[in-house]
């Protein structure tokens, strides 16, 4: 009895080994295929880390380029807006200085018409004048060179409006 004892105890000793042995066997084999599917995620997340990264990349880019291309815009209207205020500037400056130095007279054309009984014509030529056609009255000095101030703001404010227009006009182009 002893005998069958030991052998039956040795042949589950045996089966126990080998259940072991396949228990531990499985529980590799299972782990490494685990292990690789992990790593197939983590490669597969890396990777669409990696293309949404360069995506960004490309998007800054574009958008730092469009921005530089606005920034070179800005910068050449603003040397036009500026070259176009100094000339309306200087233009006015002379014209000014022309009035003050008595160069230049301005004058305005009169309504001849009510004045004469609505046909249009001069009652009468002035002795000495050059000048045919319609009546003209000279301004005073001081009155001209005001005029002329009222008309250089008014242009420095087209020129103004003109700059902003083609601001807005470009920024909504390149949105």
Not at 5 to 16: D, F, P, S
Not at 34 to 52: P, S
Request: charged share 20%; with cysteine; proline share 1%.
């Amino acid at each position: 009895m002893k005998l069958d004892a030991v052998k039956w105890g040795g042949a589950l000793l045996v089966m126990l080994g080998l259940m072991f042995g396949s228990a531990w066997t499985a529980w590799t084999w299972q782990g490494n295929a685990y292990g690789q599917q992990l790593a197939a995620k983590e490669t597969a997340y890396q990777t669409e880390r990696t293309n949404l990264a360069n995506a960004n990349s490309a998007l800054i880019l574009a958008e730092q380029g469009k921005r530089l291309a606005l920034e070179q815009w800005l910068a050449a209207s603003d040397q036009a807006h500026y070259r176009a205020l100094t000339d309306a500037k200087t233009t006015q400056t002379r014209l000014r200085d022309h009035l003050a130095a008595a160069d230049l007279r301005l004058s305005v054309l009169l309504d001849t018409a009510a004045t004469n009984g609505g046909d249009g014509m001069q009652a009468s030529t002035v002795p000495g004048g050059v000048v045919h056609g319609t009546a003209r009255a000279q301004l005073d000095r001081a009155h001209a060179q005001r005029i002329i101030g009222i008309t250089g703001d008014g242009d420095q404010g087209l020129i103004a409006l003109q700059a902003c227009q083609a601001y807005v006009k470009e920024v909504s182009r390149t949105k």
